[in-house]
C-alpha cells in the first residue's frame, strides 16, 4: 500500500496549532508541506486505518490528498479519477485572517473561474455537482486553489458537524448596520449549532461592546442584557429590548442582575483566558444565588481569546474551567469568523 496524504485546511496563523493538534491525535502521520491556511501530511505507517476525521479545534476541514496539478493540463488528468455525479467543492485556502481582507477581495473568485473555464472545455466536468450539499458518509471531493498555479485534489468524507458549504465555510453576510464583526461569530454559531430560538428570549452578554453579537441576537427577537464597561454603539441603546450594565463583568452584583434570568450566556471578552473564565464564574454566581434553581439558564456561547497562539496548548485546562462553572457536552470550535481564540457552545446546567 502506498502511504496516504492528508490535507488540513485552517485559518491563517492557526497552522502550528493545527499541526500539534493533529501530531498529538495521529502519531504515525508527519508534517508534509504547509501554505497559509493548508497544511498536508504523510502517513508513516501505512498499516494504520484511513483517517476520516479528527477531534481537532483548529482543522476547519480534514481528507485524504488525491493529488496537485501546477497547470491546466495536469489538473484536467488529475480530475479524470473523479467518478461521474461526485460532489465537488471548489474553494481557496485562506490568505487573510479574518477581517484583515482588503475591501475589493472576492474569497474563490479564482477557483471559481477556474471552474467555469474546465465546465466549459471539459464536458465531463458538467456532470459533477459543483458545490452541491453532500449527503452524511458520502465523500466530497475538494478542489482547493493553494496559490497562482498550484491545485489540490482531495477528498473528505461528510458528516453532519461539517457545514455543506465548500471548506466547511459557511457564507454569512455582514450587515451594514452591524457594529463590529462580532455579529457574525454569533450567526456562524445560530447556523452551525440550530439552537431553539424563542422571540422574547432572554440572553446575558458578558463583554457585549460595541454590539455586533447584540445586534444579532436582538434582531431575532431576543431580550438582551450586556455587560461591557465600554458603551454600546447608539443604535443598539434605541432597541428597547436592550438593558446595559456598564461595567466588568467581575464587578457586576447580584443587585444588578435583579431582573434577569437568561436562557443563554453569551461571553466575548478580550483578556486573558482564565480571567475571562473566572469573571463568567462570577456572573453566573451572582445569578444563582438571586435564582436558584429557578435559574433557566441552558446554553453557553463563549468566545475564549488566545491572546497569544500558544495559550492553545492550555485549551484542556480552560475546558476543566468551564466544566467547574456547570458548562458540559462542550463542543471546541475555531469559527470561521473567529480570529486569534477559540468558540465553545456548550450546554449548561
Ligand atoms: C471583542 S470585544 C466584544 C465584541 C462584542 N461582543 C460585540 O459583539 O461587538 C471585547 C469586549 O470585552 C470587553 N471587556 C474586557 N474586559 C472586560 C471585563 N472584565 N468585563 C466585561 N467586559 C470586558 C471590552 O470592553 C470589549 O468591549
Known amino acids: 500500500m502506498n502511504p496516504r496524504f492528508y490535507f488540513a485546511t485552517c485559518q491563517v496563523g492557526a ?44 482543522t476547519r476541514l480534514w481528507g485524504t490528498n488525491i493529488g496537485q496539478a501546477k497547470d491546466e493540463a495536469s489538473l484536467v488528468k488529475l480530475m479524470a479519477e473523479i467518478p461521474e455525479g461526485s460532489v465537488v467543492h471548489a474553494f481557496e485556502r485562506d490568505t487573510f485572517v ?78 451594514a448596520n452591524s457594529p463590529s464583526r462580532a455579529y457574525l461569530k454569533i450567526e456562524e454559531a445560530i447556523h452551525r449549532f440550530k439552537p431553539e430560538i424563542r422571540p422574547g428570549m432572554q440572553v446575558l452578554e458578558v463583554g457585549c461592546s460595541p454590539g455586533g453579537a447584540s445586534t444579532a441576537m436582538l434582531s ?20 428597547p429590548n436592550f438593558t446595559s450594565i456598564q461595567r466588568m463583568a467581575k464587578d457586576v452584583s447580584e443587585a444588578d442582575l435583579n431582573s434577569v434570568n437568561p436562557e443563554w450566556i453569551v461571553m466575548d471578552m478580550n483578556i486573558a483566558p482564565l480571567e475571562a473564565i473566572d469573571e463568567l464564574a462570577h456572573v453566573i454566581r451572582c445569578l444563582k444565588k438571586n435564582l436558584g434553581r429557578s435559574l433557566s439558564l441552558r446554553l453557553g456561547l463563549l468566545t475564549i481569546k488566545l491572546n497569544d497562539w500558544k495559550f492553545a496548548e492550555s485549551i484542556p485546562l480552560y475546558m476543566k474551567r468551564l466544566e467547574e462553572i456547570g458548562f458540559h457536552n462542550m463542543v471546541a470550535i475555531h469559527l470561521g469568523s473567529n480570529r486569534q481564540e477559540y468558540f465553545v457552545y456548550a450546554d449548561f446546567a
Open 15 to 58: 497552522e502550528k496549532a493545527v499541526k500539534s493538534e493533529v501530531l498529538a491525535e495521529f502519531p504515525h502521520v508527519r508534517f508534509a508541506f504547509s501554505r497559509p491556511g493548508f497544511i498536508t501530511f504523510k502517513e508513516e505507517d501505512d498499516r494504520q486505518p484511513l483517517i476520516k476525521h479528527t477531534q481537532g479545534i483548529f
Open 98 to 175: 479574518p477581517g484583515d481582507d482588503p475591501e475589493a477581495f472576492q474569497p474563490n473568485a479564482r477557483i471559481n473561474a477556474l471552474v467555469q473555464k474546465l465546465k466549459a472545455e471539459h464536458p465531463a466536468f458538467q456532470k459533477f455537482q459543483w458545490n452541491a450539499k453532500p449527503k452524511d458518509k458520502t465523500f466530497v471531493y475538494d478542489l482547493i486553489w493553494i496559490d497562482d498555479f498550484h491545485v489540490q485534489l482531495g477528498k473528505h468524507v461528510h458528516a453532519d458537524y461539517i457545514d455543506p458549504a465548500p471548506g466547511n465555510q459557511p457564507v454569512i453576510a455582514l450587515p
Open 220 to 239: 431575532r427577537g431576543m431580550k438582551v442584557t450586556g455587560v461591557d464597561p465600554k458603551r454600546m454603539h447608539e443604535s443598539v441603546y434605541k432597541n
